[in-house]
């Protein structure tokens, strides 16, 4: 199918921009199943499964970094934990404000 674009309007060509933009996601999604299917099967040949092999579950995006082991507890509740990271919990700041210092609530 030939296509003379200078005699298309621009509404035509962004039109035809937004068709094309779309079949590539559209084959972008069917190579990147294919490929998945083509690995599984590969793997499975010699006994494994994919996500033996990569250590990772296929299909998923992985979460970023993980989570983080807690640092420090709570001495009043001590299934109270926290990382060190994103927010003091309430209690961690009310055991700073009360004088203890951060190396008193250390695990």
Sequence with gaps: MAFNLQKMTRAELEALRKDVDSAIIDLRKKEKKDAL????KAAAEFGFS????TGKKSGRV??????AEPKFMNPDNPSQTWT???RQPNWYKTAIDSGKSSDDLLI
């Design 84 to 86: 060190g990271k994103g």
């Design 62 to 67: 992985p979460a970023k970094g993980g989570a």
């Design 37 to 40: 299917e083509a690995a599984q």
């Design 50 to 53: 994919l996500e033996e092999l």
